[in-house]
C-alpha cells in the first residue's frame, strides 16, 4: 500500500480525523499490514483485545451473541475501544472474504501519545463525541 494511500486511510477513521500531518504519519509508522483468509476469526466477542483493525480491502461479518450485526468493507474500522482500554471485545469478527488489514496495537499506540501528548487529548474529543452519538436524547 502506498504510504499517502495509507495516512488517508487512517485519516478517515473518527479516531484519526484531527490528526495533523506529522502525527498521522507517525502513526502509519506503527501500522502493520496484514493478509487474512476467509474464515478467519479475528477478534472473539468476551476475549480481551488490544488493537484496532482497518479494512483496506476484503470484508467482515460482525456478530454478537452469535447474530449477525454488521458487515464491513473496505475504510471500515473495528476495534477501536480496546485500543484505549484492552477490555473484553463486544462482538466476534470473522473475514468473509481473503482481506488486507492495517493492525494497530494498544503498545505502540499508547507510546504515540507519550510522544506527543496533544493526540491523547485529540482521542479523548473523538471518544466523547462518539458516546454522545449513542445516546442522543440523553442528557450529557
Request: aromatic content about 4%.
Amino acid at each position: 500500500m502506498a504510504r499517502d494511500e495509507k495516512l488517508d486511510l487512517l485519516h478517515s477513521i473518527p479516531l484519526f480525523d484531527r490528526f495533523d500531518r506529522k502525527h498521522l504519519e507517525r502513526l502509519g509508522m506503527l501500522t502493520e499490514e496484514v493478509d487474512v483468509p476467509a474464515g478467519k476469526v479475528l477478534i472473539r466477542q468476551g476475549e480481551l483485545g488490544d488493537d484496532l483493525m482497518v479494512i483496506v480491502s476484503g470484508t467482515v461479518d460482525v456478530e454478537r451473541d452469535g447474530a449477525q450485526v454488521n458487515a464491513l468493507g473496505t475504510g471500515d474500522f473495528f476495534g477501536e475501544i480496546a485500543l484505549i482500554d484492552r477490555g473484553p471485545r463486544s462482538a466476534t469478527v470473522t473475514a468473509t472474504t481473503p482481506s488486507r488489514l492495517l493492525v494497530i496495537n494498544h503498545r505502540d499506540f499508547h507510546a504515540l501519545m507519550d510522544e506527543f501528548p496533544e493526540v491523547a487529548a485529540q482521542v479523548l474529543v473523538t471518544l466523547a463525541h462518539r458516546l454522545r452519538s449513542l445516546d442522543p436524547a440523553a442528557v450529557h
